[in-house]
């Protein structure tokens, strides 16, 4: 009996090593590991052509292959008969199967090993089971709920994230509701810096420090390689593999304390990255992960694409320049009597911010608090508008006005978490406000 | 000949599979359990489940054209030996002995990797187990990456 592929997809996760068996024109057999077989549809596979180039070259003579895969829960077997179709070197497969690859890779420290030279793709003659007194052990567990509900339930939350009026609001909104549809404990949302070489922290949910501004390199990581190829990327058993912390960016010498440390769980099994792309941009990455094997299944990555998706639409409207005017603030509060002073260190060479000696932020975030702070210091102004930020050549943000937003976002973020003697509040739409328990002093220490 | 490297690795738990092809070079696939070399490695005996392999062991007739790949599962290190079948013949005594005794010390160097008992048994089954002597015609280093598919010695005379 021919059993169909998408009632194995177990089979296609990675976990454990498939069986290639083909033979030359001659009838010599050979037989090779393979990493992974991916699913393609119920009548089709791909292998990744990487370097079994015997397996290529008798596959080229032939056009036959007989794989063995083996069920990541269950460690059943089952042998497909394959005929070759074609080979792809480009195309969503193939970018697919590259970012996998790299993810698992890179968990093995080969990253550069592995490079994927086409994605072939073979017609499933037929799909048999291998027999086995274990065959009743340990059937896959259906997930609790059904799909058409959880399908539902991201419908909802994708609705009510579009819903919501503010890219600030729709952050939460969007991780609560991952947390309380799916029950996915430990979430980030990463957004990416102008130039594309890091993905910042913006909001999170599940970790014991919320670690906003902390960084991942892209390429690193399944956050940094989801983010570069654009694709999404799950990893179902890294019992085997390095630690996510890995792919926390280094930190270059002398710049440790300027490191905010990444959330994570310290043992992951299992992890998802999903990008958040919108106007062909990549605008972030929706991060879960979990201690528990096997947690999210391709369906998860569906559900999560399906959320991420108005939250990269808000993303990107949130960086477009405001067109309403911005509304009439309510006065702001004085300062009170015989509030103590505060110490602001600005290091010109990266932007960072210190508050009475604590780090705070770099970068851009770090380059807009301090020109408010400067102005507030110049003229006692407490209340901007978004749109006066900019235009403000003071700011030197010609290219970051597409994320000036997300910015304000992080930068507002990262002082509550800390708790810091200044705030940022938002009295209304499209404006800002110092809050200030405390006469800033400021010093700027000069590019070295 | 098998080059010392590949021996020096069987004294290890390694997983192993082999290939063989009907008349029509459909190739089939089994899992062996456990390895003997004889006459000073110009032949070698493997141990496999016919009621778990009928196919593969099928094809095993004596001259046939055999693959077989054995990978340590800690480190991916991976070998293919090519050869002829010489015999096939059900696994008793010395050679039942062998076939347990490499079930027994893989299932727990696979249990020791974090591998859970009731994946094992399906890889491991034993019923029915026959020897297959094949002569060893050609080695290849398989291990993932650059080097696999070179072809290993003997070294030159």
């Known amino acids: 009996m021919t059993i169909r592929l998408r009632d194995i997809r177990d089979c296609f996760e990675g976990v454990v090593p498939s069986i290639i068996a083909t033979t030359d024109s001659g009838g010599t057999p050979n037989i090779s590991y393979l990493s992974q077989v991916y699913y393609v549809d119920d009548g089709h596979v791909a292998l990744s052509n990487q370097f079994f180039s015997k397996t290529a070259a008798n596959v080229a003579a032939t056009g036959r292959a007989t794989v063995m895969v083996v069920h990541a829960r269950s460690g059943a077997q089952f042998l497909l008969d394959l005929a070759f179709e074609r080979s792809e070197t480009e195309g969503a497969l193939f970018e697919r199967m590259a ?11 080969m990253e550069t090993l592995m490079a994927l030279r086409s994605a072939d793709v073979y017609r499933v003659l037929g799909c048999r089971a291998v027999t086995s007194a274990a065959a009743a052990a340990a059937p896959p567990e259906e997930p609790a709920v059904p799909p058409s509900e959880r399908l539902a339930a991201a419908a909802r939350l994708s609705a009510a994230i579009g819903a919501e009026t503010d890219a600030d609001r729709m952050l939460d909104r969007a991780l609560d509701g991952l947390a309380e549809a799916f029950g996915f ?83 992951p099994m299992s992890q998802l990255a999903v990008p958040m792309l919108s106007g062909g941009r990549l605008r972030g990455v929706l991060f879960a992960e979990s201690e528990a094997r096997f947690r999210f299944t391709p369906e998860d990555e569906d559900l999560v694409a399906l959320v991420a998706a108005p939250l990269a639409a808000a993303l990107a409207t949130a960086a477009e320049p405001e067109e309403r005017e911005p509304e009439a603030a309510p006065p702001g509060r004085a300062l009170p009597a015989g509030a103590a002073g505060i110490r602001i260190r600005y290091f010109a060479h990266d932007d960072s911010v210190f508050i009475d000696d604590a780090y705070l932020i770099k970068g851009v975030p770090g380059r807009l608090l301090f020109h408010l702070l400067e102005t507030h210091a110049r003229s006692g102004r407490r209340d901007f508008t978004n749109r006066e930020l900019r235009v403000d050549p003071a700011l030197r943000l010609p290219d970051l006005k597409d994320n000036l937003e997300t910015r304000l976002i992080l930068l507002r973020r990262r002082l509550a978490e800390r708790n810091a003697p200044i705030q940022l509040s938002r009295p209304a739409r499209g404006r800002l406000r110092l809050e200030l328990s405390g006469q800033p002093a400021l010093e700027v220490v000069p590019r070295g | ?138 080695s290849f280093a398989q291990t993932p990456g650059p080097g696999a598919g070179a072809r290993m010695g003997p070294e030159p005379a």
Request: charged fraction near 20%; hydrophobic fraction near 50%; proline fraction near 6%.
């Open chain 1, 99 to 109: 970012a996998q690859l790299r993810a698992v890779s890179s968990q093995h420290g």
């Open chain 1, 185 to 267: 404990e430990n979430l980030m949302i990463l957004v990416p810096d102008a130039a594309g070489r890091h993905l910042t922290t913006l909001a999170s949910r599940g970790y014991q420090t919320a670690g906003v501004g902390s960084e991942v390199d892209f390429g690193r990581g399944v956050v940094g390689i989801a983010a570069e190829a654009r694709r999404p990327v799950r990893l179902c058993d890294m019992s085997r593999g390095r630690r996510f912390a890995a792919a926390v960016a280094a930190p270059l010498a002398g710049d440790a304390q300027r490191v905010i440390p990444l959330p994570g769980l310290r043992e």
């Open chain 2, 1 to 138: 000949m098998i080059p010392d490297a590949l021996s020096a690795l069987l004294e290890n738990p390694v997983m192993m599979v082999m290939a063989t092809r009907d008349a029509a070079l459909r190739p089939a696939i089994a899992r062996a359990l456990g390895c003997h070399l004889v006459e000073d490695g110009r032949a070698m005996d493997i141990f496999v489940s016919r009621a778990q392999w009928p196919d593969a062991v099928a094809n095993c007739a004596p001259g046939a054209p055999i693959a077989f790949t054995f990978c340590r599962p800690s480190d991916y290190r991976t070998f293919q030996v090519k050869g002829a079948v010489v015999e096939i013949a059900a696994a008793a005594g010395p050679d039942a002995d062998r076939a347990e005794a490499y079930r027994g010390a893989m299932a727990a160097e696979l249990m020791a990797l974090g591998v859970p008992p009731h994946q094992i048994e399906h890889w491991l089954r034993a019923g029915d187990v026959v020897r297959i002597r094949f002569l060893t015609h050609e």
